[in-house]
């Protein structure tokens, strides 16, 4: 078993934040936990309403993007059970997500590892990516590992 500095088992943390890489990332997450004895947890931040609405239409626009979310979360859920073979621990949040990331992995000490999935797209590894691995990569606690968006379940699986 792997386990982290405190003892207990490795917690390995992956942001669900809609973009194409993330079952890449996912499936990554799941397999070094398996493989590790440890676990995973999944990250889903509702953004706020954008602009000036009215406190009614805003609260219900909150509302409705929470359910959303819950509902990704839940799929998610049973894609990572299958994959690590243990139920993810999972947190949602309200606000922007890049101060939520660093605001979790801050306050919850059992988080181990960030792990992200990096865009294969022409614009570069994505803007959560870019942002972690430079302004702030030195500020976090935990190492973030960057999994290759077009990896395929094969590659990964030789991976871990």
């Known amino acids: 078993m792997d386990l982290h500095l405190s ?19 996912l499936h990554y997450a799941c397999l070094r936990a398996r493989n590790s004895g440890g676990r995973v947890a999944l990250l889903t931040v509702v ?3 954008d602009g000036q ?8 626009m909150r509302a409705e993007r929470r359910e ?8 998610l859920c049973a894609e990572a059970q299958e ?4 139920t993810p621990a999972v947190y949602i949040r309200e ?10 992995i801050e306050e919850d000490r059992s988080i181990s590892i960030l792990v992200l999935g990096a865009s294969i797209g022409q614009d570069g590894p994505g803007p959560l990516v870019s942002h972690l691995a430079g302004k702030v990569a030195g500020r976090l606690r935990v190492p973030v590992t960057v999994v290759p968006g077009g990896l395929s379940d094969a590659q990964l699986q030789a991976l871990t």
């Open 53 to 60: 609405n009215w406190l009614g239409l805003e609260e219900l």
């Open 83 to 86: 994959w690590a073979g243990t």
């Open 7 to 25: 003892g207990k088992p490795r917690i390995f943390l992956v942001v669900v934040d809609g973009s194409p890489e993330l079952t890449t990332a």
């Open 68 to 75: 959303a979310a819950e509902q990704v979360i839940l799929r």
């Open 95 to 104: 606000g922007l997500l890049r101060d939520e990331l660093i605001g979790l």
């Open 47 to 49: 953004e706020p309403p």
